[in-house]
């Protein structure tokens, strides 16, 4: 069992920057993809950004150009840089973790961490 933890979120200005963390109990050396996911209210969860064990990446076209996606194995840690933040980045933004176990799909998901961009 993996436990994520987000950290990072906050409060910023239009225009500003935030580093969200997302530190793993475990190994994520394992795990196919990992991504960040955001959720506003009244709003369905939408995929942001996702980094596969081989460093591929992808992003919502929403925030491309804008946002980037690491992962650190060796601190079993995944960041997202956010730039160029917008009120509508405004959300809570969760981890996200993918692995492949005995042929089935396992999603693991951290508690989310909120992210406010003010006018």
């Known amino acids: 069992q993996v436990q994520l933890v987000e950290s990072g979120g906050g409060l910023v200005q239009a225009g500003g920057s935030l580093r969200l963390s997302c530190a793993a109990s475990?190994?994520?050396?394992?795990?196919?993809?990992m991504g960040w996911f955001r959720q506003a209210p009244g709003n369905e969860r939408e995929l942001v950004a996702a980094i596969t064990s081989g460093g591929s990446t992808n992003y919502a076209d929403s925030v491309k150009g804008r946002f980037t996606i690491s992962r650190d194995n060796a601190k079993n840690t995944v960041y997202l840089q956010m730039n160029s933040l917008k009120p509508e980045d405004t959300a809570v933004y969760y981890c996200?973790?993918?692995?492949?176990?005995?042929?089935?799909?396992?999603?693991?998901w951290g508690q989310g961490t909120q992210v406010t961009v003010s006018s």
């Open positions: 996200n973790a993918d692995q492949i176990y005995f042929g089935s799909w396992v999603h693991y």
């Open positions: 475990g190994s994520i050396f394992s795990m196919n993809s």
